[in-house]
């Protein structure tokens, strides 16, 4: 089986799985940060595209946001799903520590990428998670957690553990503070840097027609 095979088989395989989720982290998450991965890494050069590739095709494979919490799913899944491929051991690893480490863990925890087809994948995972697709899919996951739209009692946490992160049950207006509009800050690239400009500028945007709206305001 060739890599291309491998990946084509890969797209089916996560389309069939993820095909109708609701939570903004559906089949077409994957896709966009599937095709962002690939542009990005095109423009940055010299680096391993098939490793781009599978890591973005598996960036999502277990989710620990959707597992109780558990850190290391996503990295068992992920070592689990590619037993099956003849792949090289590095190439398996380097996808492997992509699942591990792409997560974002709160504003004030580092969050680096060991090869730099990670920094390209955490990139586009965090592209989709600004502008407009970010705006609805941070209702989208509000939603099925059952969370306000906003409340202005409650006033964003600038959070310094993954473990505190990742209970948070704050409105979803606070996660734009929280983490959506950190990101710009945050990429790796300079393809991405450039990209999360626009993106950034959506969101403020967005949010000072929100406050207005939310007054009542004509």
Same mark, same amino acid.
């Given at each position: 089986? +060739? ?13 069939? &799985?993820?095909?109708?989720?609701? !939570? ?5 998450? %994957? ?7 690939? $542009?990005?890494? &095109? ?28 850190? $290391? %799913? ?21 996808? @492997?520590?992509?699942? &591990? ?8 925890v580092p969050t680096k990428m060991s090869s730099k087809e990670g920094e390209v994948v955490q990139d586009a995972d965090r592209l989709d998670a600004m502008?407009? %697709?970010?705006v609805a899919r941070t209702f989208a996951y509000g939603g099925s957690k059952n969370r306000e739209i906003y409340n202005p009692i409650v006033k964003p @946490?600038?959070? +310094? ?10 409105? !979803?207006? $606070?996660?734009?503070?929280? &983490? ?8 790796? !690239?300079? !393809?991405?840097?450039?990209?999360? %400009? ?21």
């Amino acid at each position: 089986m +060739t890599q291309q095979d491998i990946i084509n088989e890969s797209i089916q395989y996560f389309k069939d &799985k993820f095909s109708g989720e609701a !939570t903004g982290h559906d089949w077409f998450h %994957i896709q966009r940060v599937w095709k962002l991965s690939k $542009n990005i890494a &095109k423009k940055e050069g010299e680096m391993d595209m098939f490793v781009v590739e599978m890591g973005a095709l598996l960036h999502d494979i277990a989710d620990h946001k959707f597992h109780d919490g558990d850190e $290391n %799913i996503g990295t068992v899944k992920a070592a689990e799903y590619l037993e099956k491929y003849d792949i090289e051991d590095e190439q398996k690893q380097k996808i @492997v520590d992509i699942v &591990k480490e792409i997560s974002f863990k709160g504003q004030r925890v580092p969050t680096k990428m060991s090869s730099k087809e990670g920094e390209v994948v955490q990139d586009a995972d965090r592209l989709d998670a600004m502008g407009a %697709i970010g705006v609805a899919r941070t209702f989208a996951y509000g939603g099925s957690k059952n969370r306000e739209i906003y409340n202005p009692i409650v006033k964003p @946490v600038c959070h +310094t553990s993954f473990a505190a992160y990742k209970v948070s049950t704050a409105p !979803t207006i $606070n996660h734009f503070y929280e &983490k959506l509009l950190t990101l710009k800050d945050r990429m790796n !690239t300079n !393809t991405s840097k450039k990209e999360a %400009i626009r993106r950034h500028e959506f969101m403020e945007s967005f949010l000072q027609n929100f406050y207005q709206d939310w007054e009542g305001s004509l």
